[in-house]
């Protein structure tokens, strides 16, 4: 049994009661408990399972949003035998959404990954996971269910880089958890050289819902472009976690107010770390892929760090640009120096020691270093650091001109990030 800790609570959707990914607070799957929810009953071949993605607009959950049909058909044309890998490695701080459903949701997940499977006709499939309560309940649910393909789980340490389909890869092929340049990409050439679709873990289990429910349960919620439910992970710093089951192009105070109450919010960290940070302007966004690009920001994996009135943008900027220079993988130059940059500049900027020239360094190198990197991280770190300055300039030149009590009261465990959830 998996200790809950004080740290989390669940909030499923109301009004959905058989397609949910969180059924209730307290919930664990079993198979015999699955079975009865319609799970691994039907058995679609792989065009009908791609046809149902494509209608269903299924889209990625991992972070980019993108179309699964499209991914579905790269592996299932590519020439040869394939695999599948479940991705449950959430290198994203500030998201627990992945490992809440392989810990409690594990034959969802894995019916998913075996109808992924059967989309593509790959004969044997990976969970690659860093949480060790997410491993031991994914084994449970293959030993319970005896899948007709060979489905082995990959744990890797965790870290920031290391969900990266190219990480992915190299992980299970035996080398560091690090990226590789692309192309070739996974779908082209992946682990032991074949074709390989990496899905995200809750993307896997919307499929799972997808296949038992069917497309219109699906597009009942959410917007033409973003279609369905995700998973969103809203934290405050020392405040419970809340995993919330909520439908696309909801808005985004009205998730705050119905789960948070009426609460004070000084900035907003769409994205968790990767997305940028906003001012309390972002309560009004719309949660959807384009709705907060159009903004500047990204939705990526469905985590929002709030900033209440006690936290500072600026030490909370420096905060998150000091977690990318530390796992930033070492391998490509312009990260290794650009984070570090960016890191000392906010710092200082934090501490009241800074000077025009930092900010002007920052404002230089978070818009130079974009697509620099063979990842994500480095881009991370630039939009932390460009929003924060884009966004909230007179705070960022209240900064120069006197030190900030709210900054000076900011501290993370060394080596830590304050905006971890630890679950
Ligand atoms: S961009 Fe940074 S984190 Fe990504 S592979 Fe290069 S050095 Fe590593």
Same mark, same amino acid.
């Given at each position: 049994m998996i200790t809950e800790t004080a740290a989390v609570r669940i909030r499923p959707l109301t009004? !959905?009661?058989? @397609?949910?990914?969180? +059924?209730?607070?307290?919930y664990w799957e079993d198979l015999a408990d699955y079975l009865p929810r319609g799970g691994y009953a039907r058995t679609p071949d792989a065009e009908q399972i791609r046809e149902l993605v494509r209608v269903a607009n299924l889209r990625g959950r991992? #972070? !980019? #949003?993108? +179309?699964t049909a499209v991914k579905l058909a790269s592996v299932a044309e590519a020439a040869g035998p394939r695999c599948v890998v479940a991705n449950g490695e959430e290198g994203e701080p500030a998201s627990i959404k992945d490992r809440y459903l392989l810990r409690r949701r594990p034959h969802l997940v894995l019916d998913g990954l075996l109808l992924a499977a059967r989309a593509v006709n790959a004969d044997h499939a990976y969970v690659y996971v860093s949480d060790d309560a997410s491993a031991a309940s994914m084994r449970v649910a293959i030993a319970q269910r005896r899948p007709s393909i060979p489905v082995r789980i990959v744990t890797v340490p965790a870290g920031y880089? !290391? #969900?990266e389909a190219s990480a992915v890869v190299r992980a299970i092929d035996g080398g560091p958890a690090k990226p590789t340049a692309k192309p070739p990409h996974p779908y082209q050439q992946g682990v032991g050289g074949m074709p390989t679709l990496i899905q995200n873990v809750e993307t896997l289990a919307h499929l799972a819902l997808l296949v038992s429910h069917g497309a219109a349960a699906h597009l009942e919620h959410g917007t033409t472009e973003c279609t369905g439910t995700f998973l969103l992970t809203l934290s405050r710093p020392g405040g419970p976690a809340i995993l919330a089951e909520v439908p696309y192009g909801a808005r985004l105070g009205d998730v705050v107010t119905e789960h948070l109450g009426p609460i004070e919010v000084s900035g907003v960290l769409m994205g968790g770390f990767a997305g940028g940070i906003f001012g309390p302007e972002a309560l009004d966004l719309p949660l959807t892929h384009e709705d907060v690009r159009n903004a500047g920001g990204m939705l990526g994996c469905g985590a929002v760090i709030l900033l209440g009135p006690e936290d500072c943008q600026v030490s909370a900027a420096a905060d998150i640009a000091a977690y990318f220079d530390r796992e930033n993988a070492g391998q490509c130059g312009a990260c290794i120096k650009g984070t570090d940059a960016m890191a000392r500049d906010l710092a200082a900027l934090a501490s009241g020691t800074a000077g025009p020239d930092d900010v002007a360094r920052l404002e230089r190198l978070s818009a130079n270093l974009? @697509?620099?990197?063979?990842?994500?991280l480095l881009d991370a770190a630039c939009a932390t650091a460009a929003s924060l300055v884009r966004t909230n300039r007179p705070l960022v030149d209240a900064h120069l001109a006197a030190p900030c009590r709210r900054c000076a009261d900011a501290s993370s465990p060394p080596g830590e990030t304050r905006f971890r959830i630890n679950w």
């Open positions: 009004g !959905a009661p058989t @397609r949910l990914l969180l +059924p209730k607070e307290q991992g #972070g !980019a #949003g993108f +179309p880089v !290391a #969900g974009l @697509r620099r990197g063979s990842c994500g």
